[in-house]
C-alpha cells in the first residue's frame, strides 16, 4: 500500500513539474507563449469568443500588418500621401517584417478618402531601377511598377483610385489603378547597381525622382514630402497580444466592408469591434483575445513549417501556395476560392505583395539545416553558393529572428549578397557564407551574425530572377552545422 501511495505522489510530482515547465516564464517565448496552455473557457460564451477571436486574427493579418506599418510611419511624424524612405541601407532599426538590406526603400502612403485620387510618378529606368508594387491596405497588389511592371521601365503617373471613382473623370496620360479600399501603399525598391558608396548615393538621387500628389493639385506642381527614417526605430512588428485587435479595430472603422468579408461583420461584434463603436473590452475579454491571437500565430506558424521543398532533397521552401498566387492576380475573384489561411501566414512573416509573383524577384525561405534541426543562434553554419546563380540583377542571404521575422536587434549587419563590397569569391565562382554568433577563421567578409539567444532563418532573395532557377538546372543546398 505504502508503494502504491509513494508511485501515486510521484506521478503527481512529474506532473507538475511537466506543466511548470510550459508555463514557467523563464522559457522561450515560443514554448511561454503556448495558447493551449493558458486558455480555459468557463463557459459556451467564451468559448465562441476564443474561437472567432481565432479566424478574426487569421483573416485580418495582411491588413493589420498594414496598420502597424502606418503607425509606425505615424510615430516618426509622417503621414498619408507622404513617403517614408531610408536613403541609408537598412540596419536593424527597421523593424519591419524581412525587409531587403541591400536596397534602398520607400514607402508611399496612399489615403484618397478626403483628397481624392493621387498619383504616384515612376521616373524612367535611366540612371536607376525600381522594383515594387501598389497595393491597397489589404496588401492585394493593384500593379507592379518599374521595367517589371506597367511602365516596362520607360516611367509613368499611377493613379490610385478611391473606390467606386468614375473613371471618365481621368485625365489623359495615367495608369488608372481601382483600389477597392481608401487607403494602401506602395513597396518600392531602388536596386544598386553595386554595394559601394557612390551606387548607393545614386540609388537614393534615383530614388528622390519619384513624386506622390493629389491628382486634384497636379496643375500646382506640389512638392512631395519624404520622411527619413534612418537612424530611427521603426517597428511595425506584430505583437501576439490585444493590441492586435486595436490595431484591426483602427481598419474596422476607418474603412468601408468589402463584400468578400462582410460575414466577418457579425465575428468581430462578438469581440466588440463594430463600426462606429468604441472597442473597450474588459480584462477576461483581453485575456482571451491574448490567448486566441496567440493560437492564430501557432498555426499560421504549423503551416509555414509544413511546406514542400523547392529544391529537390532540400529544405527550401516558397511559402506562398499556387492558389494564393491566382488570387492576387484577380483581386480574390477566383471562383470557389479564398486562401485566407495561407494568406494569413504569408503577412506574418512578411509584408508586400507582387501582381506576378516570380518575374521581377523571387524568395525561398530555409528555417532548418540539412539534417532538419532548426538554426540556432548559438551554432555556426555554412551555406555553399554555387557559382552562376541565376538572376540578372543580384542574389542575397539575409538572417531574421525567427520568432519575429525581424532583423535581430542590435546585429552590425543582416546579411550577405553579390554586391557586398568585399565578399570573397572562390576561384571557381562559388561563394561560401557563414552564419552564427562568432566569424569564422577566415574573416568577416562573408559572415552573418547571429543572436546566440535565439533561433533564426535565412532568405533567399534572386532579383531578376532566370529560367534556371525554375528549372533547377542549378540548385541552392541546405545550410550545414560547422561543428
Known amino acids: 500500500m505504502k508503494k502504491l501511495i509513494l508511485l501515486f505522489l510521484l506521478v503527481v510530482l512529474l506532473a507538475a513539474c511537466n506543466q511548470k515547465s510550459k508555463t514557467d516564464p523563464s522559457e522561450s517565448s515560443n ?29 485580418s493579418m495582411p491588413a493589420v500588418n498594414y496598420q502597424l506599418m502606418f503607425d509606425a510611419l505615424a510615430k516618426i511624424n509622417g503621414d498619408y500621401n507622404q513617403v517614408v524612405i531610408w536613403p541609408k541601407l537598412l540596419d536593424w532599426k527597421n523593424q519591419t517584417l524581412t525587409p531587403n538590406p541591400d536596397v534602398i526603400y ?6 484618397t478618402e478626403k483628397v481624392g485620387p493621387v498619383v504616384l510618378e515612376i521616373p524612367p529606368a ?31 503617373k499611377y493613379l490610385f483610385l478611391p ?19 481608401y487607403r494602401g501603399y506602395a513597396l518600392l525598391r531602388s536596386v544598386l547597381k553595386s554595394g559601394n558608396a557612390a551606387d548607393v548615393a545614386a540609388a537614393v538621387a534615383y530614388s528622390k525622382r519619384i513624386k506622390v500628389y493629389p491628382l486634384s493639385e497636379a496643375s500646382k506642381n506640389p ?11 521603426y517597428d511595425s512588428s506584430i505583437h501576439y497580444d490585444v493590441s492586435f485587435y486595436e490595431a484591426l479595430n483602427k481598419i474596422i472603422q476607418d474603412e468601408p466592408w ?23 473590452p474588459d480584462a477576461r475579454t483581453k485575456e482571451i483575445l491574448a490567448s486566441a491571437v496567440k493560437a492564430a500565430k501557432e498555426y499560421l506558424d504549423l503551416n509555414y513549417e509544413s511546406f514542400s521543398p523547392f529544391f ?10 499556387q492558389e494564393f498566387g491566382k488570387n492576387i492576380k484577380t483581386n480574390f475573384q477566383v471562383a470557389d476560392s479564398y486562401p485566407i489561411d495561407n494568406r494569413g501566414m504569408i503577412y506574418t512573416i512578411i509584408f508586400f505583395s507582387a501582381k506576378h509573383i516570380g518575374e521581377s524577384q523571387y524568395y525561398l525561405m530555409q528555417l532548418v539545416d540539412k539534417d532538419g534541426n532548426p538554426l540556432e543562434g548559438n551554432s555556426s553554419y555554412k551555406l555553399h553558393v554555387p557559382a552562376n546563380v541565376p538572376v540578372k540583377q543580384y542574389w542575397s542571404m539575409t538572417v531574421y529572428n525567427r520568432d519575429t521575422h525581424t532583423f535581430i536587434r542590435n546585429q ?14 572562390n576561384s571557381d565562382g562559388s561563394v561560401d557564407l557563414y552564419f552564427g554568433p562568432t566569424p569564422p577563421e577566415s574573416g568577416e567578409s562573408n559572415w552573418v551574425p547571429t543572436d546566440p539567444k535565439g533561433k533564426f532563418e535565412i532568405l533567399a532573395r534572386f532579383y531578376g530572377p532566370k529560367p534556371n532557377l525554375y528549372d533547377q538546372s542549378w540548385k541552392l543546398n541546405d545550410v550545414e552545422k560547422v561543428k
Request: no cysteine; hydrophobic share 35%; aromatic share 10%.
Open 31 to 59: 514554448e511561454k507563449d503556448t495558447a493551449t496552455t493558458v486558455f480555459k473557457p468557463n463557459n459556451i460564451k467564451e468559448q465562441i469568443l476564443y474561437q472567432r477571436g481565432v479566424e478574426a486574427a487569421i483573416w
Open 412 to 425: 552590425k549587419w543582416a546579411g550577405r549578397s553579390s554586391q557586398t563590397p568585399g565578399l570573397k569569391t
Open 312 to 321: 529537390k532533397d532540400t529544405h527550401w521552401v516558397f511559402p506562398a501556395t
Open 258 to 280: 468589402l463584400e468578400r468579408d462582410k460575414a466577418m461583420i457579425d465575428q468581430l461584434k462578438t469581440l466588440g469591434i463594430e463600426r462606429g463603436k468604441t472597442f473597450n
Open 223 to 233: 512638392a512631395t514630402v519624404f520622411i527619413d527614417a534612418s537612424e530611427k526605430i
Open 126 to 156: 535611366d540612371k536607376g531601377i525600381f522594383n515594387g508594387s501598389v497595393m491597397t491596405y489589404w496588401q492585394n497588389a493593384l500593379e507592379d511598377v518599374g521595367p517589371g511592371g506597367v511602365d516596362k521601365g520607360k516611367g509613368g
Open 163 to 181: 473606390p467606386g471613382y468614375d473613371k471618365s473623370k481621368i485625365p489623359a496620360g495615367y495608369i488608372p489603378l481601382q483600389s477597392d479600399t
Open 106 to 111: 520607400l514607402m508611399p502612403f496612399f489615403n
